[in-house]
């Protein structure tokens, strides 16, 4: 950690390099601070300055000041042209909306066209029907299930997928009890239980 934090000192003040270059460099740098304590702290606030010196005329540019000679062209230079076809890779099938992130698809199917993702349809209780591992929530189990090609596999075999109704079903009590906490009503907060144990 200390020999990370001399090479980007000395990145900074390469004067110094006679004196913490090598393998000594951590015993030559106690020294120093044990004849002048706040040495490194200078030196370190120094190399800060001559970094923050060195940002400046990236920091105009981005605040629309005018910037230092020659900047403004290599920063233009270095990104690369982006096309109108790759900004919005992702398209709805049921309507035109277009989206940067696949995430922002499925949250758009979900709200404005009530399509759920797999995983919901198939999240029957608290504990998943296919590994039978207890996971507490139903958003956890549709989480699990996300994650889990062959459990969700598994359920598409064994169960008819759920409804509308029966989701808001099987997710209500969870879902009312987040409300209540985003409302202040902490005292409705229940952690995750442990699972039932069946003996027989």
Request: glycine share 6%; proline share 6%.
């Amino acid at each position: 950690m200390v020999a990370a934090d001399i090479k980007l000192v000395l990145q900074y003040l390469p004067d110094l390099g006679p004196l913490l270059d090598g393998e000594q460099s951590i015993c030559r740098l106690l020294d120093a601070i044990h004849n002048e304590p706040c040495w490194w702290v200078r030196k370190t606030k120094a190399a800060v300055a001559v970094f923050l010196e060195d940002l400046r005329p990236w920091s105009e540019l981005r605040a629309d000041q005018r910037p230092a000679s020659g900047a403004e062209e290599t920063f233009r230079a270095d990104v690369p042209p982006v096309e109108q076809a790759d900004v919005l890779p992702f398209r709805c099938h049921l309507c035109s909306s277009g989206f940067r992130l696949r995430k922002h698809l499925g949250a758009h199917l979900a709200r404005t066209h009530k399509v759920w993702s797999p995983s919901r349809h198939y999240t029957l209780a608290e504990y998943c029907h296919s590994c039978h591992k207890w996971y507490g929530s139903a958003s956890q189990v549709a989480q699990h299930l996300k994650q889990s090609d062959a459990c969700l596999w598994r359920l598409c075999h064994l169960f008819p997928p759920l409804d509308d109704n029966q989701i808001a079903q099987v997710e209500g009590e969870e879902k009312s009890r987040q409300r209540l906490l985003k409302n202040g009503h902490w005292n409705a907060f229940v952690g995750v239980g442990q699972r039932a144990l069946f003996y027989g």
